[in-house]
């Protein structure tokens, strides 16, 4: 891959001063310059000031809505208490309980990995006498778990939680000397330097600084400047930029708006750092507001860190373009629209937890923060009203957002979107919902955080998800396990002679062999067709044709998947449908099954030469979980030329009423003893 020589030019200049820093004493001497920067009369004229991140009126605000129940108070207590036990998990593994914190260790598999400078560790071991995941020790030393601590503190005027959530982060600070623990990895260092922002503004936009020492306020600020001293140095410029840099050149700016009077190499951030964002957005956010890294996770992720970027940059009259707002209420409407009717978002590519936003206590997969916060920014007829409010709308935009709800009409996003330059279809109607991927690997064909799931799909039918894209599970903790869930077999697609669609490279590497082609989205009434193929499987000697066609009927909940594969001779073709966990299945013929919850029934009916088969497989809710589910792996085989028909479709309902394009039909519904009679 050809390298910009910019980019060579900039990575030559960063390994030399960063070699010089380490070899001269460097990081020491930025470590005393951060702690003389700060004094008590500067802290406290510091504190004095109004808020540059929030709303001049957010604790108000916040304390109204939570006092007339326009925010539930009840979840936020729990929450609180739970972090203030030290009662709460971190990638699905139960933080220990004890005096001390493990900010350097994988407490799950017992590895540590000891004080040293930054660049000396190795994360990616791929034979490995046991299992180990720094992303352990990075989410721990990312303190978001501090941040709903001080925020219940502040709505409640009561000091003792913040006292508590600071006495950790100095706990974090004695730990983790500046460029000498594993926690200091650029990305890291800036969501934990974000997170210091949002506590330190939190306790300036209210009266808790009096009831707290100056020294409190000192280390933080001193934190502050530290991160962003490291970050600038430790930039992750490349020629493919994504998530890490977005959080990089969010965090200079957020902090150079913070401290540019305060601090002189802060007014260097702002400027620089500020400007920045309006291309970059542009760059990782497709025409469309799809996230180019193809990952829903991360375009929540990056979603956040620009839309709070671009609040702050007009708090301090540096607004962005109005290219760059319009791209991200674009990003927020495909937000509005990959959501589920579970509230949840369906979890496509890779996801590592990660977010920004965690002033609300919800699911790590609802996405409605970013939404609430969107739509009330943008005053935003085309993003649908989300269910309340939201505490962190409320802290960035204050009172003017909560009124808001009241004096605009919102209407619904369209119930069938097709994100072209994103290569996303979404429809959805009635609890009725499919997302389907037509769009390149991510991260500009080189695949980074997107899996291959071209040609996949998700759908839920009357609320529940029904068949769903497994997730991600783990990166470097568990290579074999990280290919497992990023490759063909473990989507919602079709593979031939049991070849992935795209050659896995690296970690983060997949190869750019299946590209889109002939992609056709149509929707009459209530019925979304979207019909494609790709170039995968022509790398193959001899080559394989396939295309996919899917008919969405969402007012009934039908749908209908024709695939045609052609390729000279035999081939073995198989066909998967991930379940939800909590899908049961019963087998009622080689080529049918009926799914079953709690409350609704479907049948699963497949061509007559294809036989189904029900297996143990896996869905990871969120990173380092993953639980039992079944998949259906459905298999032909076939000569030359083949058409392959499924559909999920109600008992006693059938596609036969209503032809696609092709003029195929599905099969007629069979009975089974689930069946209501």
Not at 71 to 84: E, G, H, L, T
Not at 469 to 485: E, H, I, N, Q
Not at 574 to 580: A, P
């Amino acid at each position: 891959m050809h390298v910009p020589p910019q980019v060579v030019a900039f990575k030559i200049r960063q390994e030399s001063q960063l070699a010089w820093l380490r070899r001269t004493g460097g990081w020491q001497r930025i470590e005393r310059k951060a702690a003389h920067g700060w004094d008590d009369a500067s802290c406290k004229q510091f504190i004095a000031q109004p808020s540059v991140v929030f709303a001049p009126d957010a604790v108000e605000t916040l304390k109204r809505n939570f006092q007339d129940g326009s925010i539930d108070c009840s979840a936020f207590d729990m929450q609180v208490k739970n972090f203030r036990e030290r009662k709460f998990s971190l990638l699905g593994a139960a933080v220990p309980f004890g005096e001390a914190w493990p900010w350097h260790s994988d407490w799950q598999h017992e590895n540590t990995w000891h004080p040293a400078h930054f660049r000396t560790y190795e994360f990616y071991f791929h034979n490995r006498d046991r299992p180990c995941d720094v992303k352990y020790p990075w989410e721990l030393s990312r303190l978001g778990f501090s941040l709903p601590l001080v925020q219940h503190a502040v709505i409640k005027s009561d000091p003792a939680d913040a006292a508590l959530a600071l006495q950790w982060i100095r706990d974090w600070e004695q730990s983790n000397p500046l460029a000498r623990s594993v926690a200091w990895f650029p990305m890291e260092a800036s969501i934990r330097g974000l997170n210091l922002i949002f506590i330190l503004e939190m306790l300036r936009s209210s009266d808790l600084t009096a009831l707290l020492p100056t020294s409190d306020v000192e280390m933080l600020l001193r934190l502050i400047t530290m991160h962003a001293e490291f970050v600038c140095r430790a930039l992750e410029y490349t020629d493919v930029r994504g998530n890490h840099y977005a959080a990089n050149i969010a965090f200079l700016a957020i902090c150079g708006a913070v401290l540019r009077d305060w601090y002189s190499p802060a007014k260097t951030w702002f400027t620089k750092f500020a400007a920045a964002i309006d291309g970059e957005i542009e760059k990782q956010f497709l025409p469309d507001g799809v996230n180019f890294e193809k990952s829903i996770a991360y375009h929540r992720l990056v979603g956040e860190l620009f839309l709070v970027s671009a609040i702050v940059l007009r708090r301090v009259e540096q607004p962005l373009s109005d290219g760059a707002e319009a791209r991200l209420k674009q990003a927020c409407e495909y937000t509005a629209a990959y959501t589920r009717p579970d509230g949840l978002s369906p979890n496509v590519g890779d996801n590592d937890d990660a977010r920004l936003l965690q002033f609300d206590p919800v699911l790590l997969r609802d996405h409605s923060p970013l939404v609430n916060l969107g739509e009330r920014y943008f005053e935003a007829p085309t993003l649908p009203p989300s269910h309340g409010l939201r505490a962190a709308t409320l802290w960035l935009l204050g009172d003017q957002a909560a009124r808001r709800r009241g004096s605009l009409r919102f209407s619904s996003t369209a119930r069938s979107n097709h994100f072209k330059a994103g290569g996303v279809v979404t429809a959805k109607q009635n609890d009725n919902f499919l997302w389907m991927d037509v769009g390149e690997v991510g991260l500009a064909g080189t695949g980074g955080h997107g899996h291959n799931d071209l040609l996949s799909f998700e759908l839920c039918l009357e609320g529940q998800p029904l068949i769903v894209d497994p997730g991600s599970y783990v990166y470097t903790g568990d290579p074999k396990a990280r290919d497992l869930f990023r490759s063909s077999a473990y989507h919602n697609g079709l593979i031939v002679d049991g070849e992935e669609i795209a050659r896995l490279g690296t970690m983060w590497q997949i190869h750019n062999d299946a590209r889109p082609e002939n992609v056709h989205v149509s929707t009459v009434d209530d019925v979304t067709t979207v019909r494609a193929a790709h170039t995968g499987y022509r790398r193959l000697q001899p080559s394989i044709e396939h295309m996919r066609e899917v008919v969405f009927d969402a007012r009934r909940g039908m749908l209908q998947c024709t695939d045609t594969v052609e390729g000279e001779g035999e081939h073995a073709v198989e066909r998967f449908l991930h379940l939800d966990p909590k899908v049961s299945v019963e087998l009622i013929g080689d080529n049918a099954v009926m799914l079953q919850t709690q409350d609704h029934m479907w049948q699963v009916i497949c061509d007559r030469d294809a036989t189904i088969h029900c297996e143990p497989g896996w869905v990871s809710p969120g990173y380092g979980v993953r639980v039992e589910s079944t998949t259906l792996r459905i298999t032909n085989r076939i000569c030359d030329r083949a058409v392959l028909s499924m559909a999920v479709a109600p008992p006693k309902h059938s596609f036969a009423q209503s032809s696609n394009s092709t003029g195929v039909h599905a099969p007629e519904p069979v009975s089974s003893s689930l069946a209501p009679s």
